[in-house]
């Protein structure tokens, strides 16, 4: 699982860079610093939900309803703008009227680098499946 959490923040950084991801977020110049930090709070905080491969298969996710969302769903993908994740990522899903269950990261609010580089990331959970 390191190896793969690893190698998706890799792979996010040099989305970042190059800015060739498709999300209007990506063109932009996400920080290294910001960009692993995103990383160490997605294995921290999201894949006990959603996986480390973002398809809701976390150790907890059998335990809840709703289930969690398959953030690599090519569908769910096109459903959602970068702002409306950013949204999730920062209020959680009560801020979207979505499950209380996901829980809010207010401590992000100050940390726009961070947000951008974990949309980044989801976005890039969406071209791994």
Do not use: Y
């Amino acid at each position: 699982m390191r190896r793969a959490a690893g190698g998706l923040a890799a792979l996010v950084f040099a989305m970042c860079m190059r800015g060739g991801s498709g999300s209007a977020h990506a063109a932009e110049q996400i920080p290294p610093a910001a960009t692993q930090e995103a990383q160490q709070i997605f294995n921290s905080r999201c894949t006990m939900c959603h996986g480390a491969a973002g398809k809701g298969d976390g150790p907890a996710a059998a335990a809840l309803k709703p289930q969690p969302r398959d953030l690599s769903d090519p569908a769910w993908q096109k459903s959602v703008t970068d702002q409306q994740i950013e949204q999730i990522i920062v209020g959680g899903g009560p801020a979207v009227g979505k499950s209380p269950l996901m829980p809010a990261n207010a401590d992000l609010r100050t940390k726009p680098d961070v947000v951008r580089a974990l949309v980044v990331l989801v976005r890039n959970l969406g071209r791994t499946s």
